[in-house]
T-cell receptor, first 115, second 109 residues
Framework: KAGVTQTPRYLIKTRGQQVTLSCSPI?????VSWYQQTPGQGLQFLFEYFSETQRNKGNFPGRFSGRQFSNSRSEMNVSTLELGDSALYLC??????????????FGPGTRLTVL | DQQVKQNSPSLSVQEGRISILNCDYTNSMFDYFLWYKKYPAEGPTFLIS?????DKNEDGRFTVFLNKSAKHLSLHIVPSQPGDSAVYFC????????FGTGTSLTVIP
């Protein structure tokens, strides 16, 4: 089974621009979650999508948004980029239908640098 | 508000000895806990988990202990090997996954 893939792996943008990151989950997985990882903050939950619906949302401003397509692929978008948005963005997929008990499988991440 | 905390950013251990990584949480409603391991330039990979109805789960060299009254869990690695050098994240499951800030483990040959 192919793992979770994320594109692009690296991205450099300037303040004020917007960016779209893509995630393809493991085949058959319908849940996709996004996390932001910064030094000292660990993994901060952004949102989770299941069957094209946002099921949970973390404590991030509205500049961060996402969507999920019918094939379970997901995109996240960050508008009006700020220097503090520089981070590793991780996508994780899971087979969970209900409840949080299934482990998540992570992609390698997209390293975003905002200049 | 960090609901899952790993207070030790780093840990160094001699090869063959025991590594103990600690994690504290604040929400007593968490009912499932996981440990992930992360190498540089890779995403975290699942290591071991424990349900809140248990106090210990073992998988080979890895054992997770849960102390619900203290809201504390720990990961024991015995014996530690150089390949175990990585960042370890604990996570708790509620309506979403809450992750700690990670502990960087270095196993010295």
């Amino acid at each position: 089974k192919a793992g979770v893939t994320q594109t692009p792996r690296y991205l450099i943008k300037t303040r004020g621009q917007q960016v779209t990151l893509s995630c393809s989950p493991i085949s058959g997985h319908r849940s996709v979650s996004w996390y932001q990882q910064t030094p000292g903050q660990g993994l901060q939950f952004l949102f989770e999508y299941f069957s094209e619906t946002q099921r949970n949302k973390g404590n991030f401003p509205g500049r961060f948004s996402g969507r999920q397509f019918s094939n379970s692929r997901s995109e996240m978008n960050v508008s009006t980029l700020e220097l503090g948005d520089s981070a590793l963005y991780l996508c994780a997929s899971s087979s969970r239908l209900a409840g949080p008990y299934n482990e998540q499988f992570f992609g390698p991440g997209t390293r975003l640098t905002v200049l | 508000d960090q609901q899952v905390k790993q207070n030790s950013p780093s840990l160094s251990v001699q090869e063959g000895r025991i590594s103990i990584l600690n994690c504290d949480y604040t929400n007593s409603m968490f009912d499932y806990f996981l440990w992930y391991k992360k190498y540089p330039a890779e995403g975290p990979t699942f290591l071991i988990s424990i349900s809140s109805i248990k106090d210990k789960n073992e998988d080979g060299r890895f054992t997770v202990f849960l102390n619900k009254s203290a809201k504390h869990l720990s990961l024991h690695i015995v014996p530690s090997q150089p390949g175990d050098s990585a960042v370890y994240f604990c996570a708790a499951s509620g309506n979403q996954f809450y992750f700690g800030t990670g502990t960087s483990l270095t196993v010295i040959p």
